[in-house]
């Protein structure tokens, strides 16, 4: 058994650094693999329904005729898996996350396809 | 012989925040009994099964837990492959593994920061964390998230480490090791623990195997019994022995948690230096049909997963055995003849996690 | 990693002395699982062994059935006994510890014995 076997962590503690980061002033660095927002590059998406099917939150919702593509960011768990699926890909996830809202309805981002796909 | 008391404990907090709750029944100081109740916070997810194709499944199971999140989707998919009968490339099992191992270290971490806490060591609480911080970091460079990874798909992993990656892990891994030493040294050596957790709660052997207590707890009662040795992933090529401690008591099964961190760390180098170069995935064609059960080991123990599939996309029926579940029977030999006042402690060295138990 | 897993049949008068035995041969409970597809529904008992070979019991039931109770040989027994009677409506004598319905205290009862082709949302 001994004493004082932690006096050289305060030590440290005590004239080093701190270990935090000083956060609003140091911005966090991502990293390139980090999974943030999703976002659609909607020029490419040809509204086909594959991500709104797959997606286990249930989360996009696509409609064809309206050219819409539509995400709850609330109800997205950012698993990437829409992302993997899209066959055209539309889909990326950005490396900053979804910013914090204080308004439910902003939760849904919509995005309209303006170009006109081939045969909708 | 004292009046009998009953005292509820939890749900509200009762050590760490999560909804455990055990009407101690009291004598005078010493607890005689207990009750436990979970089923606070309850969720179905594995009734989520049967409207989820098995693909997408992998990720609402890997949210059953917030800490062994890697190692349920792991267990996931390695119960689908068995039900394929399909067989993963040697890359990435040994990725599963580096992953799986890696949350090993945190949860341990974690735990010994929450044990720290328990017996009001609040900074060294924060000084162990501050350790884990730089493992969570690891995860986000390679997976892209800290806690949630999504990395495991039916038939292999969806992200690759490149080499170079790996050799930055080990050596971040190494200064964790040296960091965590100065810290572990408390929990051994430090007088005022010892008095705190010598002699509390002996479980012993024929105990811990009766009420079938299962990883740290169970090892820490002297029973050399580590899923791991099963082989499954990488493990099979890897070189190392269970963790055991002899004494059954709290002090005991901080040991095994101690001892096991530094074993993670030296399995992640051990990985690093044997694995191959190759595929990281195969490709899965049709549906599964049959039956099939399998373990492996978590940071808290043995986690047991049954599924079932008909051919259709929807299994029929997943379940999850959490590691918790099949503690809790051992807490309840524990906690007779202890003082109230270790009743948090015993609590937490059994490790529990009530949100994976909840699944 | 792909062994073949055999479920023994058992059956509910049998599962007692199935379990003695067990524990007779060091083998230790691990899980009980119920499951319940639309055509069939069984539980499942799986026992360990300390070199980690293990062997899967398979019982037939219904909802409703009364079983006796395992938790007498392996005190674990309990929770799993428990949980199937909440979520599953299956019956167990003699449980050590017996929560009477209130382990898991969910809004639709027995809310496991629906499969999903009868919930569906
Ligand atoms: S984003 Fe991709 S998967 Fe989703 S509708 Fe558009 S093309 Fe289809
Ligand atoms: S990241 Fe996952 S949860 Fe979010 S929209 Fe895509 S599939 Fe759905």
Redesign the interface.
Known sequence: ???N??G???MK?LFGKP?TAMYPVIKNE??P???GNIEVAIDKCNFCGLCSR???AGAIEVSKPDKKWEIDRTRC?????CV?VCARDSLS?QRHYTVPMTDKSKRISTSYGQTVQEDA | MGERTIIPFGPQHPVLPEPLHLDLILEDEKVVGA?P???FV?R?L??LV????F???M??IE?VCGICSFIHGQGYV?TI??IF???IPDRAKFLRTIWAELSRVHSHLLWLGLMADAYGFE??FM?CW?VREKVLDIF??????RV?F?VCKVGGV??DIDNETLKRIVEVLNVVEQESK??T??FI???TV?KRTRGVGVLSYQDA????A?GPTLRGSG?A?D?R??G?AAYGELNFEPIVEKDGDCYARTIVRVRELYQSIDLIRQCVSKIPDGEIEVKVKGNPKG???S?LEQPRG?V?Y?G?A?GTK?L??F?V?TPT??N??ALLKMLPGADLADVPLLALTIDPCISCTER | ??EV?T?HPVTGSEIVNTAKNMLKEGY????I?C???PTEMDI?Y?F?K?N?Q?E?FKLPVNVGDTLPSISGV???A???ENEIH?LYGVNFTGMA?D?KG?????AVKQ??SM??AE?K?
């Open positions: 058994m001994a004493f076997v932690i050289k962590t305060v503690s270990a991502f990293y693999n980090t999974r797959r997606c286990p768990i950012v698993c990437n898996f993997q996830t | 009750v109740s979970i089923g309850h179905g594995e009734k049967e409207k989820r194709d693909h997408e499944m990720y609402v949210r390695q492959e068995g009968g399909l067989e900074s060294l000084h501050r986000e460079e390679t997976t892209g998230g949630i999504s969806w992200k100065a810290l040294d408390v050596k430090d007088f010892q195997i009766d009420v079938g299962v029973v019994m899923l040795k099963l499954y039956e099939y059960v373990r043995q047991v049954y079932r008909n929807y029929e029926r379940r055995r579940f099949a809790i029977p | 990693m792909a897993q479920f230790r409970l691990i899980q699982c499951t319940k597809t499942i799986t360990e300390l980690l293990c899967n392996f005190f674990a309990f929770l799993y909440d510890v929560f209130t382990l898991y205290e969910t809310a496991f499969t999903g919930n949302e």
